[in-house]
């Protein structure tokens, strides 16, 4: 069952094309990576999926609904509802340093007031057990390291109870040692079937976790396919050349 579809996106800036003409769909439990050199477009195509980024041209479903319709936004409140399908995990955490953990997480199904506080209670403590941070509900983020910070985002990603989850290449402000701690509690989302888009330099979470990859270069999806079939046998020289660079 597809749940996104994106057709014939462009997005540029002034007179730069940033993306031309994106066309993908990803299924329900799917675990998408998208690899690329820096400057390829991909956080931009990330982030206009969750209208963090508007488009110029094209179109992106969510789960049957339109959240750009040939490059036609709907109302406010659409937007809302469509985008509210999806968390996003970022770059840099984007923890508020004034809450705790615990609060972190809490925030903003707090101020949806879509269910009652304890029901909200009850799923944080859950989600922080999930990621392994139980221990660390009353800590500001200050004293967290950069891999808890970034198992904290993900706990509050997750809090919204999201169809699909968003990672723009959540462990590359990481040092190596704290990446893996990350990157099992991704794996262990994809192992429950969690519908998952992955800009990522990791090539052996590519490889191990995703079930596609997609290769962009200069704003275009060169190469698309089977992990083992992409990063192995690359049928594009743009390709083979970045595989060439990153595997060394």
Do not use: W
């Not at 990330?46 to 339109?66: A, C, K, P, T």
């Not at 609060?103 to 859950?126: C, G, H, W, Y």
């Not at 509900?137 to 967290?144: D, E, T, V």
Request: glycine residues 6%.
């Amino acid at each position: 069952m597809t749940i996104i579809e994106v057709s014939n996106l462009k997005k540029s800036f002034g007179q730069l094309d940033v993306l031309k003409q994106i066309t993908f769909d990803v299924n329900k439990n799917d675990v998408v990576a998208i690899i690329g050199p820096s400057g390829s477009g991909k956080s931009t195509m990330l982030r206009s999926l969750v209208h963090l980024e508007e488009i110029n041209g094209g179109s992106i479903q969510i789960s049957g609904d339109y959240l750009v319709k040939d490059g036609n936004y709907p109302k406010a409140q659409e937007i809302k509802q469509v985008t509210a399908k999806m968390g996003m995990v970022f770059q840099h955490f984007d923890l508020f340093p004034h809450l705790t953990v615990k609060e972190n997480l809490e925030l903003a199904p707090r101020l949806t007031k879509r269910e009652p506080v304890d029901a909200i209670r009850r799923r944080s403590t859950e989600l922080l057990d999930k990621v392994g941070l139980s221990d660390k509900a009353n800590a500001y983020p200050s004293k967290l390291s950069g891999g808890q910070k970034q198992r904290v985002a993900i706990a509050r990603a997750l809090m919204m109870n999201p169809e699909i989850l968003l990672f723009d290449e959540p462990t590359s402000a990481l040092d190596p040692e704290l990446t893996g701690e990350v990157l099992e509690v991704m794996k262990h989302l994809a192992e429950e079937h969690m519908t998952m888009i992955v800009v990522t330099h990791e090539m052996g979470f590519a490889q191990e976790v995703a079930n596609r990859v997609i290769f962009m270069d200069n704003g275009e999806i060169i190469e698309s396919g089977n992990p083992i079939d992409v990063l192995t046998n690359p049928q594009q020289e743009r390709t083979k050349a970045f595989l060439n660079r990153s595997l060394k």
